[in-house]
């Protein structure tokens, strides 16, 4: 699943390809994805300028005209491919997890523009698309999400407040979206390992050291993977043929079994399950 780096990733090229562009009509060949595509999609679409592609924790936000927009989710397998009609781009794809070229099966919807078109792919059909008529009502589709790392609501006293007599682990709380959005289950265990915490701490039990350490570090390794072009997973070329480099960068997730990364520490990274997903950190260096 695409976590928030490779969200941004997308928004990144996807902004730069169709911002101030013209739609000039829509393509749906298929309206079941999680929520069913309205029959008003094309309506809303045709003609319109693309304003903008922003982005709210794991949500790209399509900026339109009179206060409209259109949220995008990529569920668990969805994404967005842009095919050039005149110069053929070998590399389509503008996300994560997937292969760089247009699938030839689960083309769902087709964004057509003057010279290009955008191609929504997604084989578990767990993506949507919803229609938002206006700011109010997208502020309200967020109001269920905790910040992102990088608002400035995401501070000390709001982390450790938070925590207060809760007894839940601290690798739950950093995938809980009440109370932190977007950070996953790969970034969540760097996180953890950056700032030397056990993911099994309680996190009644964090000081405010640890706290500060978090909120640092959730930022850090975030921008790091966001200016790493995001972790691929599988074998991936983003649309200028580049790969995303985060994976290189892993110091625990995936690395079970391997050397602890901290100078002077010979212990092995262990990987266990915290509510079925997997975890990897060092027993030694996280306490
Ligand atoms: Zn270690």
């Given amino acids: 699943m695409p976590e928030l780096p490779e969200v941004e990733i997308v928004r990144q090229s996807l902004n730069k390809k169709i911002k101030q562009k013209k739609v000039k009509k829509v393509i749906i060949r298929n309206r079941n994805l999680r ?14 300028k693309i304003i903008k592609v922003g982005r709210f924790s794991k949500y790209l936000i399509i900026y339109l005209p009179q206060d409209n927009y259109c949220l995008i ?6 994404t967005i491919h842009v095919i050039n009609n005149v110069k053929i781009n070998k590399h389509t ?8 070229f247009l699938p030839k099966k689960h083309n769902h919807v087709e964004f057509i523009f003057d010279n290009f078109k955008v191609v929504y792919n997604d ?18 589709r967020f109001n269920h999400l905790g910040p992102e790392p990088f608002d ?9 407040n938070f925590f207060k007599r809760k007894n839940k682990n601290i690798k ?4 809980d979206q009440k109370f932190v959005s977007g950070i996953g289950n790969i970034y969540a265990s760097e996180i953890l390992f950056l700032s030397k915490i056990n993911p099994f701490k309680k996190v009644k039990l964090l000081s405010k050291k640890e706290c500060q350490k978090i909120i640092i570090n959730s930022k850090k390794i975030l921008l790091k993977a966001i200016s790493k072009g995001g972790s691929s997973i ?8 580049l790969k995303g480099g985060f994976q ?25 399950i915290i509510s079925n997903r997997s975890t990897f950190f060092c027993d030694s260096c996280q306490k």
């Avoid at 069913?36 to 809303?44: A, G, L, Q």
């Fill in 35 to 48: 929520f069913k595509i309205p029959f008003n999609f094309n309506s809303y679409f045709q003609n319109k």
């Fill in 73 to 78: 989710h990529l569920g668990m397998s969805g």
């Fill in 93 to 100: 794809n503008t996300s994560f997890y997937n292969s760089p």
């Fill in 123 to 140: 084989p578990r059909r767990f993506g949507f698309f919803l229609l938002i008529k206006n700011n109010l009502d997208l502020n309200k």
């Fill in 152 to 160: 400035q609501n995401f501070n000390l006293t709001y982390v450790y």
């Fill in 172 to 175: 739950n709380f950093l995938l």
């Fill in 234 to 241: 599988r074998d991936f070329k983003d649309i200028s043929g």
């Fill in 248 to 272: 290189n960068e892993f110091k625990v997730y995936h690395q079970e079994g391997k050397r602890c990364k901290n100078l002077g520490c010979s212990n092995l990274i262990k990987k266990k």
